[in-house]
C-alpha cells in the first residue's frame, strides 16, 4: 500500500504564506510525476502544480509567480510553498503523485486533502 500524508494548511491572512508539505510512505518502488491541485467548494477540482522526478514544474496561470512546488525525492516529499495569498485561494489542496510499487506500473495516488484558507 501506498499512503500520500499531507500537512501545513490552514488559516491566514491576505498577502500572507504557507507552505504545504505531503510524504509519499509505503511499499514505494519510484515515485514519477507529483502534484498540488484545489478543490474550492462548488467548484471542479483544478491543477495548481506538477513536478517531474527530473525537476520540471508546471504551474497553473492564477498561481504564477507566487507558488513554488519542489520536492525532496530522498524523501518522497513534494512541497508547495504558496506566497501572496489570495481569497480565491482558499480551497481544499490535494496532493498527487504517480507511484509505481514492486512489479506493479505506475498508479496514481492521492492524499486526502488539507484545507487552505485565506480571509481577513
Known amino acids: 500500500q501506498v499512503q500520500l500524508v499531507e500537512s501545513g494548511g490552514g488559516s491566514v491572512q491576505p498577502g500572507g504564506s504557507l507552505r504545504l508539505s505531503c510524504a509519499a510512505s509505503g511499499s514505494i518502488f519510484s515515485i514519477y510525476d507529483m502534484g498540488w491541485y484545489r478543490q474550492a467548494p462548488g467548484k471542479q477540482r483544478e491543477l495548481v502544480a506538477t513536478?517531474?522526478?527530473?525537476?520540471?514544474?508546471n504551474y497553473a496561470d492564477s498561481v504564477k509567480g507566487r507558488f513554488t512546488i519542489s520536492r525532496d525525492n530522498a524523501k518522497n516529499t513534494v512541497y508547495l510553498q504558496m506566497n501572496s495569498l489570495k481569497p480565491e485561494d482558499t480551497a481544499v489542496y490535494h496532493c498527487n503523485a504517480e507511484i509505481s510499487r514492486p512489479r506493479v506500473g505506475p498508479e496514481d495516488y492521492w492524499g486526502q486533502g488539507i484545507q487552505v484558507t485565506v480571509s481577513a
Open positions: 513536478i517531474s522526478s527530473g525537476g520540471n514544474t
